[in-house]
């Protein structure tokens, strides 16, 4: 495997896991980027003999985006072309892996053997992170100032994509031992698949499949089941996954998800809304923000149903993770949001509080 990637909300927490990825993999090459006010980027690379290099760059605007493929890709093709294997590349902060990784595979000769996707994070930093309503832009994570996704966003995109999580605590922000480990549960309890790597010794190359990590980003897609529980205390945190078996009424609806946003950090979900019939809606939630999205008609599933049925499809599915939630009260709320026998005899159309008709 050529590559290991290591994405992060910060500079800290990323040099403190090129540092740990570097001593696990001696005679690998790193290669860190940053992109800075008005459109300045710049590049240090640290080769296995221990010379440096640095090189700055000047985008017309300040875009992730652009300087991962105006700059990182054309660098790491001359490092493979030079036969530099490991490339750790230590990516912007806030930059998505996924937007690096599809950049490289146009970018390079070749498509980009990464071995492993590594999420650098402080975990006693994350349920502020996943709470704050401020853009990245507004919280100091890049300097893009129409860069609209909040910290928390980032953060569950990368924790979806990652195959590897690399607990990180720069010296200058100590963390209290409580706060990491309670944030150790969340980051488990919101990234079952991935590998919580205790050291950079403990990090494992070849546990990267793009295929798979792509699948767990998209819209609507259900959680991955929890895996190991981590030693000692029990979790505060879990999630609990309510399977839906009719339309819900999006008055009720409306209402239950004020209750269910305030208490839980993280939703997901796709099912039908009463007021946007045959439509597959998904949910996403992440701290004080929650969306709602009209993706269209419903897909054909591998039983063959039809598409765009709105009562029963099997895949309706309202997700919430969050701390001593209690699983049969979700439930209730839920299905109290379903409509009756009455209301499905009735047919009628219902209004549309969330704006999903037509397609959104």
Request: include cysteine; charged fraction near 20%; glycine fraction near 10%.
């Given at each position: 495997m050529d590559i290991l990637v290591i994405s992060s909300l910060d500079a800290l927490c990323r040099q403190q896991a090129c540092e740990a990825a570097a001593a696990a993999h001696p005679g690998s090459v790193v290669v860190v980027q940053?992109?800075?006010?008005?459109?300045?980027?710049?590049r240090r690379t640290v080769d296995a003999a221990g010379r440096r290099d640095r090189t700055e760059t000047i985008l017309e605007h300040s875009c992730l985006s652009c300087a991962v493929r105006l700059d990182l890709v054309p660098a790491v093709e001359e490092?493979?072309?030079?036969?530099?294997?490991?490339?750790?590349i230590g990516l912007p902060p806030a930059l998505p892996?996924?937007?690096?990784?599809?950049?490289?595979?146009?970018?390079?000769?070749?498509?980009?053997?990464?071995?492993?996707?590594?999420?650098?994070?402080a975990p006693d930093a994350m349920e502020d992170h996943?709470?704050?309503?401020?853009?990245?832009?507004?919280?100091?994570?890049?300097?893009?100032?129409?860069?609209?996704?909040?910290p928390g966003e980032f953060m569950v995109g990368e924790l979806d994509f990652a195959d590897t999580i690399l607990p990180a605590q720069p010296d200058i922000m100590p963390a209290h031992p409580a706060g990491q480990e309670r944030g150790l549960h969340l980051v488990q309890a919101l990234a079952p698949h991935a590998h919580i790597a205790a050291a950079g010794a403990?990090?494992?190359?070849?546990?990267?499949?793009?295929?798979a990590s792509a699948a767990r980003c998209e819209p609507g897609t259900a959680p991955a089941q929890a895996g190991r529980a981590r030693p000692g205390a029990a979790s505060p945190f879990t999630t609990v996954v309510h399977r839906?078996?009719?339309e819900l009424h999006p008055g009720r609806f409306r209402l239950a998800l004020g209750t269910l946003a305030a208490g839980c950090c993280v939703l997901r979900?796709?099912?039908?809304?009463a007021s946007a019939p045959g439509c597959r809606i998904t949910l996403q939630g992440i701290g004080p923000r929650v969306w709602l999205e009209n993706?269209?008609?419903?897909?054909?599933?591998?039983h063959g149903a039809a598409a765009g049925v709105p009562a029963t499809a099997p895949d309706s599915f309202i997700a919430a993770t969050g701390e001593d939630l209690d699983p049969a009260e979700i439930s209730r709320l839920l299905k109290d949001c379903e409509l009756t026998d009455r209301e499905l005899a009735a047919g009628h159309r219902l209004p549309d509080p969330f704006g999903l008709t037509p397609a959104t």
């Open positions: 940053d992109l800075l006010d008005e459109g300045l980027v710049i490092l493979l072309a030079a036969n530099a294997r490991p490339i750790i892996a996924a937007t690096a990784i599809a950049a490289l595979n146009r970018g390079l000769g070749r498509p980009a053997l990464v071995g492993s996707v590594i999420l650098a994070c996943l709470w704050d309503a401020h853009t990245l832009f507004e919280s100091g994570f890049t300097p893009a100032p129409g860069d609209e996704r909040t403990d990090l494992r190359r070849g546990r990267f499949h793009y295929g839906l078996d009719r979900g796709q099912f039908n809304v993706a269209g008609a419903w897909p054909s599933d591998s």
